[in-house]
T-cell receptor, first 110, second 114 residues
Framework: QKEVEQDPGPLSVPEGAIVSLNCTYS??????FMWYRQYSRKGPELLMY????GNKEDGRFTAQVDKSSKYISLFIRDSQPSDSATYLC??????????FGSGTQLTVLP | EPEVTQTPSHQVTQMGQEVILRCVPI?????FYWYRQILGQKVEFLVS????????KSEIFDDQFSVERPDGSNFTLKIRSTKLEDSAMYFC????????????FGPGTRLTVT
């Protein structure tokens, strides 16, 4: 499976800002898209899961997938200092092996 | 809330030694995975396991690696003869039934090979 490319960051925003995190992918077989949050030397924590194209909202988080352009986004509204972490996008097809982006390090400044 | 657990949290071993990393997946999940993350690099897929057999494996997962589900709860990764380049964080993950693709990760085992 081909790579998933992710904006490397680091990204620094003031508290309360809207954060936009983005990835692109090249494998047309990818149908399942996930966003994970990872703190330093910890395991990835699943934030959002999306099947195929469309939007999904969960509290302050919105995930968007545009399969026509192979573009994946995560929006964080009203960002908090506790949102400071590395955010990983990941995709897979029916084979289930996740292909991860390199991660974007986000810092939300109080 | 159910979670994936892993032991040990940190393992130090000498080059050439065998190590076994242990995982307890979420109890009603059917698919199990191992990933690794070398410091500063991407999370990489190693192997997936379903119905007591390997379903997919990556190029990284060579003959030095093996996986086993020795009982109804544990899932292990064995590295037979460790190399310096095996030093990494190893993550276990699990996902539910045939229509469930979300993978839940454990906290990881940091393997240091000296």
């Amino acid at each position: 499976q081909k790579e998933v490319e992710q904006d490397p960051g680091p990204l620094s925003v003031p508290e309360g800002a809207i954060v936009s995190l983005n990835c692109t992918y090249s494998n047309s077989a990818f149908q399942y898209f996930m966003w994970y949050r990872q703190y330093s030397r910890k395991g990835p924590e699943l934030l959002m899961y999306t099947y195929s194209s469309g939007n999904k909202e969960d509290g302050r988080f919105t995930a968007q997938v545009d399969k026509s352009s192979k573009y994946i986004s995560l929006f964080i509204r009203d960002s908090q200092p506790s949102d400071s972490a590395t955010y990983l996008c990941a995709s897979t097809g029916s084979a289930r092996q996740l292909t991860f982006g390199s991660g974007t390090q986000l810092t939300v400044l109080p | 809330e159910p979670e994936v657990t892993q032991t040990p949290s940190h393992q130090v071993t000498q080059m050439g030694q065998e190590v076994i990393l242990r995982c307890v997946p979420i109890s009603n999940h059917l698919y199990f995975y191992w990933y690794r993350q070398i410091l500063g690099q991407k999370v990489e897929f190693l192997v997936s396991f379903y119905n007591n057999e390997i379903s997919e494996k990556s190029e990284i997962f060579d003959d030095q690696f093996s996986v086993e589900r020795p009982d109804g709860s544990n899932f292990t990764l064995k590295i037979r003869s460790t190399k310096l380049e095996d030093s990494a964080m190893y993550f276990c993950a699990s996902s539910g039934g045939s229509h469930s693709y979300e993978q839940y990760f454990g906290p990881g085992t940091r393997l240091t090979v000296t």
